[in-house]
């Protein structure tokens, strides 16, 4: 079980359907007759604030940034070949939206390597563009949290990565 001395107030951390997330605070608060302890994430970019019960963080996905190493296996995924399978494309989207909802850098990373290469085609569809976009934005945030750096920068940095590939 979680305790409130897993995350600390300012730790960033990443709710899986979210992305990155800081949390601003730890409360108690009663609801429906209950003392409840409550993370309170702030999620900047969205302009949203979300409270996760304590004893739910885990269940929830809730979970720290990734490792340095994590961060690098995910980035190392968007130099291998993209792998585009036959399946028709609203199953393929369904798979995509789970692997970015799960959270996991290198799932994101795939997503990112698998729909880059048809980014900058013109027969590219909404959707696979709603869906790139979304994945590379969810890996730049937790990139640019872990190397502190600014998300335009993460994002230039996951881009450079993928035309080189």
Known sequence: ????????????????????????????????????????????????????????????????????????????????RAKVKRAMWSRRAQEYEAKINSGDPISIAEVVRDLHRNANQPDQSYSERQIYEAALERLASELAAVEAILPEQATQKLEKLLDAA
Not at 11 to 20: A, I, K, L, Q, S
Not at 24 to 39: D, K, P, T, V, Y
Request: proline content about 4%; cysteine-free; hydrophobic content about 40%.
């Open 1 to 80: 079980m979680l305790d409130t001395q897993t995350f600390n107030e300012g730790d960033y951390v990443v709710y899986p359907t979210h992305g990155v997330g800081k949390v601003a605070s730890i409360e108690r608060q009663r609801i429906a007759g209950h003392e409840l302890e409550l993370f309170v994430i702030t999620f900047d970019r969205d302009r949203m604030t979300l409270r996760v019960p304590v004893p739910k963080a885990r269940m929830s996905g809730l979970r720290k940034l990734s490792t340095r190493s994590v961060m690098d296996d995910a980035l190392g995924k968007l130099r291998g």
